[in-house]
């Protein structure tokens, strides 16, 4: 492509973004960027270079939040479902795919696809990226591989810390994260340094259906609740709330580490690989 239209579709992307910046940001935001954060450190030195010519001044992580911005918007409506996928506890993802063509797995797959067309714009490859960085972030939270009858928790009411709230916000993470904020001094780097020692597997570990997997076998642990108060509502206890940081720690870190491999993948040699 030449250098002159290659600069040119870079700077309309640039331009685009700043459209859909927001003052209120979508919830989970916060583990969003920390995924972008990780798999930024995990990149090889060519994969960050294609990662800034598409965005820019716009960190990875930033740029991951732009898929929870524009669903909303009617050009866009067809992409609400692709943040998640239902399934029954014992259900198989694979039969739920047989039925199911639009779900966190398969937005997956066609945004590592569309990233890796060259034949594609760079606006087209930087929208497949903002879509790959946030769908890989999701498929790691254990409900948005939910079960269909509480829309991944979110008709299940808790309380935390006299406020209330619903199971799915609550693994979102927002609130789970201001523990690890306070403890970093509330600088950026050091909670995204903490969350990244928390990462068990390697880039190349599993394919997009077995992090879905380990998502689902995760709900035993998020329905793990204390009994409801007779409002109906479930009063949050600490032990729950400790366990469910450090499974989000985990889920987030893994995250990171698997987008970075997902990105190498498309950009690196096997030399380049950090």
């Not at 250098?3 to 640039?14: D, G, K, S």
């Not at 598409?54 to 609400?80: F, K, N, Y």
């Not at 943040?83 to 398969?106: K, P, R, W």
């Not at 994260?177 to 509330?186: C, E, F, I, V």
């Amino acid at each position: 492509m030449p250098v002159m239209r290659r600069l040119a579709q870079l700077i309309v992307i640039h331009a685009c973004a700043f459209l859909y910046v927001s003052s209120t940001y979508a919830y989970g935001s916060l583990g969003h960027e920390i995924v972008g954060e990780i798999a930024w450190q995990n990149l090889c030195e060519p994969a960050q270079v294609e990662v800034e010519l598409l965005l820019g001044d716009e960190s990875l992580g930033e740029a991951s939040r732009w898929p929870d911005w524009i669903r909303g918007e009617r050009e866009w409506a067809h992409t609400r479902t692709w943040h998640y996928i239902n399934v029954a506890d014992e259900g198989s993802l694979e039969l739920v795919l047989n039925s199911n063509d639009s779900n966190v797995i398969t937005a997956i797959e066609w945004s590592r696809a569309q990233l890796a067309d060259d034949r594609l714009s760079a606006e087209k490859q930087a929208q497949a990226l903002r879509f790959l960085a946030h769908f890989v972030a999701d498929v790691h939270q254990p409900l948005h591989v939910g079960r269909a009858e509480d829309r991944g928790g979110n008709r299940i009411a808790v309380r935390v810390d006299g406020r209330k709230t619903n199971l799915h916000k609550l693994w979102d993470a927002q609130w789970l994260l201001r523990t690890d904020r306070k403890a970093a001094n509330y600088r950026r780097d050091g909670q995204v340094e903490m969350i990244s020692q928390f990462a068990r597997f390697t880039p190349e570990s599993g394919e997009v259906l077995d992090w879905a997997r380990e998502s689902q076998a995760l709900r035993a642990e998020v329905y793990a609740l204390p009994a409801a108060a007779d409002d109906g509502v479930i009063v949050v206890d600490e032990p729950y709330l400790a366990a469910a940081l450090d499974i989000s720690r985990i889920r987030l870190a893994e995250a990171g580490v698997r987008l970075a491999g997902e990105l190498n993948t498309i950009y690196c040699d096997a030399s380049d690989t950090p």
